[in-house]
């Protein structure tokens, strides 16, 4: 759903709803939209990133094959043996929940 659809969504459930509940559905989905939008690929043709650092990244070998891997952005150019087609933030790493 795009941001509009979803602003014009919440503005009609105005009516139905209490403004205070409206208003705090309206910012999860906000936040999950921004964490969507956050996660998308990149391609490199657009957009490099904006600080150096470690990169989930998409990569096309000699042999035409693409898959995913790490590696390193420094400045202005990819620190991979394979061409970098798009890239994202890596995700936040696993942290296990306490053991009772």
Request: hydrophobic fraction near 35%; include cysteine.
């Amino acid at each position: 759903m795009e941001n509009r659809k979803a602003i014009e969504w919440f503005e009609n459930r105005i009516a139905v709803m209490p403004e205070s509940e409206t208003k705090e559905m309206f910012c999860i989905a906000v936040a999950a939209l921004e964490k969507q939008e956050q996660d998308r690929w990149t391609p490199v043709s657009k957009a490099l990133p904006k600080k150096d650092g470690c990169y989930l990244v998409t990569v096309k070998n000699d042999h035409k094959r693409k898959y995913s891997k790490t590696a390193w952005f420094y400045g202005d150019g990819w620190f991979a043996r394979q061409a970098v087609i798009a890239w994202r933030p890596t995700p936040e790493p696993y942290k296990a929940e306490k053991e009772s």
